[in-house]
């Protein structure tokens, strides 16, 4: 899987728009929608904060990084921010 798809299965994953996503990371919608497609890869300098953006290790975008673990992780962070934000 190329980077362009791991970000559209997370920002999917996240429910968010791309217009959302390019807000949040201050890059144009059809930045965005170039990465998504395959046609341009996020720049080097971009890759710590699309990391933070989406609770992945760098490696985890690049491909380097491939389990079950990460999804999981990621899942369960989700769900304990979502029963926080219900819970004030």
């Known amino acids: 899987m190329d980077i362009g798809r791991t ?37 080097l300098s971009i890759l710590p904060q699309l990391a933070v953006y989406f609770r992945v290790t760098a490696d985890y975008l690049l491909g380097l990084e491939r389990n079950d673990t ?4 990621i899942k369960t962070t989700e769900t304990f921010e979502l029963s926080l934000d219900h819970s004030q």
């Open 7 to 43: 970000i559209k299965d997370l920002r999917q994953k996240r429910g968010i728009t791309q217009e959302e996503f390019s807000e949040a990371l201050r890059v144009s919608v059809q930045t965005i929608s170039r990465w998504e497609n395959g046609i341009n890869s996020p720049d």
């Open 70 to 73: 990460m999804a999981k992780l």
